[in-house]
């Protein structure tokens, strides 16, 4: 290389460090620091955080709580001064499990109703819209002393079953009873007196009549018997109530009431021939009140007889039938005055007007 290629070199070098020299000049950064959460760029500081808050020097993504980041889901509560997880009310941070109520305007550590913090013990009644120190029945607070009874708020003496009971009522075995339309009978049942009813041994009746088949009425809230003993029959005809029966009464047969006595085929037939059962069936039939003499009592004797002596044949048959017309025919002739005293002694006059 001779000294103008040399020459030539030193001038392309220096025109490269000059250019290099000026290019530098030409770019260099406008910034050299920074404030917190920017950083410097060709085109000065910029903001680096975001969508987020610069928080005492660095970038949050969450609430910035007097220059402490806080937690996820975390609120920053002024008045606290720090970061809240529970509920901010009026700038205060509640303890856990606290709720603001924003018309008490603090933290409510009982009910909040209507935003009105209830004290200690105390519900909150919707329907009335308050607090509620007493019993809330149905959305209404009920006054003191007083019961939810169904829904309704009465006393608890007006509680009575599943009603409340007015005050012209009176609770009869869980039944609400008007005092002015019925009585309560032995605490069991209201009796109604718009149809007759009084109370007579814990049960309700008709006053003329307290047990019809015993014959008894109501004296003084007892059922008393009101039957009246008839001395002979034409008296039993002449009762003016209803003809009873006698509940002192007891039927009293007596076998067969006639000369030739129970049996009056047995000494041909044996003991099989006795009519006794059939006599006695007789007595009864005529000793119960209300019983028909011939289409009952003796109609029913003369089938007794004959069915004595169906299974005999030649000349036992023949005795034993014989008797049988004879006693069947005699009660038909001669039984009336014995059944009039069965019917005088097994019958009385129910009478309880």
Known sequence: MNKRGYRVLGLTVGCFLLLATTAERVIAWPCTTCDPCYTCTPTGCEYECGGGTCCNGSCCSNACCDNVCCDAGVTCCDGGGGCCSNACC???????????????????????????????GVTCCDGGGDCCTNVCCND????????????TCCDSEDCCGDECCKASETCCNGECCNNYSGI?????????????????????????????????????GSCEPCLEKPSDYEELTECSGT???????????????????????GGLCGETSSFLNACNAHDT??????????????AQ????????????????EYLCDYWAENYAGAVILWGEAAWEDGQVNSCACCNCD
């Open 243 to 265: 003809i009873v029966f006698d509940p002192d009464w007891t039927p009293n047969p007596n076998g067969c009431s006639s000369p030739f006595g129970d049996n009056p085929a």
């Open 184 to 220: 309560c009978c032995d605490d069991t049942k209201c009796c109604d007196w718009t149809i007759g009813e009084v109370c007579c041994d814990g049960k309700c009746c008709e006053p003329e009549c307290c047990d019809s088949w015993d014959c008894e009425h109501c004296v003084g």
């Open 301 to 316: 004797f003369s089938s007794d007889l004959a069915a004595v002596c169906e299974p005999f044949s030649g000349d036992c």
């Open 90 to 120: 009026n700038d205060v941070c509640c303890g856990a499990g606290v709720t603001c109520c924003d018309g008490g305007g603090d933290c409510c550590t009982n009910i909040c109703c209507n935003d009105v913090c209830c004290g200690a």
């Open 140 to 151: 209404v607070c009920c006054g003191a002393g007083k019961i939810c009874c169904n829904g």
């Open 285 to 298: 039939c005529y000793q119960t009140c209300g019983s028909s003499r011939i289409s009952e009592c003796d």
